[in-house]
């Protein structure tokens, strides 16, 4: 049985540039194993923790202090998936495995496109892909190991990253006594 203050169940953090497919996987991978998905962007908006509006970049300002305070409660019962475009602001010891989902730029270019991205916003977002930028910020915030990166071009890619996380976390279950 897990020891006092153990999880029951593992938080996974799925991160990657926007457009990269973190909702599609994290929807299929909540509904498949009822795992709690936590949108990070949706939460903040719904509670308030978004602030004033960055021009520059074109998006809202998140309070990270008041967001990682919302999640704590959450997190320290595990069994989430967290879905951020970023991941440097979590604490460590929150998650159990982290997940970086990569896009080819072409690909990508067009899902931003239809998503309704122009200009900077869209360039900036191609820009982070093309440098790696989450990847390196994961690897820079988690342990090497505990950090994957995951192809997400396709959706058969999809599928099987779907089948390897569900894998993972039976390994887990059985390792953790909760099976
Ligand atoms: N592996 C994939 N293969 C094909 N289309 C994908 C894949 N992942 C995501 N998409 C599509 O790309 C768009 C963006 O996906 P989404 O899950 O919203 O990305 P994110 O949450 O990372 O911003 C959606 O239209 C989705 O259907």
């Known amino acids: 049985m897990p020891g006092v203050g153990a ?14 497919g973190k909702s599609t996987l994290c929807q299929q991978l909540a509904e498949a194993h009822g795992l709690q998905w936590i949108e990070v962007g ?5 509670s308030g923790c978004l602030e004033e509006y960055d021009e520059e970049y074109q998006c ?10 919302i999640m704590e409660d959450m997190l320290s019962e595990g069994g989430k998936i967290v879905d951020y475009h970023g991941c440097d602001f979590f604490p460590e010891r929150w998650f159990d495995i982290v997940f970086v989902l990569r896009t080819d730029n072409t690909l990508l270019h ?4 239809n998503r309704g991205y122009t200009g900077k916003k869209l360039e900036d977002n191609i820009q982070c892909e093309i440098f790696q930028t989450i990847l390196e ?4 915030s988690y342990k090497e190991e505990i950090v994957h990166e995951l192809p997400s071009n396709s959706p058969e890619e999809m599928e099987s990253n779907v089948d390897r996380i569900g894998l993972w976390l039976l390994n887990w279950k059985q390792d953790n006594g909760v099976l």
């Open 7 to 20: 999880r029951n169940l593992p938080n996974i953090l799925v991160t990657g540039t926007p457009g990269t």
């Open 60 to 69: 809202p300002v998140l309070n990270e202090d008041k967001i990682l305070d």
């Open 110 to 113: 067009d899902r931003l496109t």
């Open 137 to 140: 910020e994961a690897r820079e």
């Open 42 to 46: 949706r939460l903040a908006k719904e």
